[in-house]
DNA sequence: AAAGTACTTGCCAAGCAGGAAAGTACTGGC
DNA sequence: GCCAGTACTTTCCTGCTTGGCAAGTACTTT
């Protein structure tokens, strides 16, 4: 059981954030060339999904040097793991609703 | 099994017709009021997204009268039915890759 | 006749999303 | 030193979608 509370995240149901949020809570630091080319996103685009998730404070985002070349990274802040869990529970109960069978 | 190829729909995606068509997965026909009522959505919204789920061939509509009132039913067609099986099989294997834990 | 039911359609304004391109701040050859 | 390249960020703009509001349609009810 998680015992989360359903509750519909129309930041995180956007198709791109959905995408970029479930492969954030799959890793712990994912790193912006992994992420644009998982969800092959330009640039300029995953530039501001993240910058829109960080304002809503579902993701940290880390500036490192690997080297001397810079280094942008994500990680879901616990909030954003929360708010996507329960995203998830209510996209759940949608389906439950329709009554199709779930096989996980 | 359900043996759906996964197949992320953005028509079917967007909240609204999300509600819509996982409402009328669970009935057979489903009737104007009910809709309405069901997502909250105003009577130019609902009519619009209907049409726009008929125009994809994922819904019927049908327009008889009770009395002397008229009554527009949905309902969804093979198509819809395949289409939101195949959309609910594709956000389940965002949310596996993100590792979550699914109870049905 | 006026009001209500049951929608449908047209018009509009808001909001979001992505591409292109320019900007920033360095690093790395040549 | 200089030009190109990496790694993003920001701005500008365009296109698409959505929903509200208002008017229209076609009857029925009081």
Redesign the pocket.
């Given at each position: 059981m998680t015992g989360v509370e359903p509750r519909f995240d129309d930041?995180i149901h956007?198709?791109?954030?959905l995408s970029l949020v479930s492969l954030l809570t799959a890793a712990e630091w994912a790193?912006?060339?992994f992420l644009?080319e998982q969800t092959g996103?330009?640039?300029?685009?995953?530039?501001?999904?993240?910058?829109?998730l960080e304002d809503a404070g579902y993701i940290d985002?880390r500036?490192s040097f690997?080297?001397?070349?810079?280094?942008?990274?994500a990680r879901l802040t616990p909030a954003g793991r929360q708010a996507f869990a329960a995203h998830v529970a209510a996209l759940q109960q949608i389906v439950a609703r329709s009554g199709l069978e779930v096989t996980p």
């Open positions: 930041l956007a198709p791109t954030r790193d912006f060339k644009r996103l330009s640039d300029s685009a995953l530039s501001k999904q993240l910058t829109t985002i500036k690997v080297g001397k070349r810079p280094r942008t990274s």
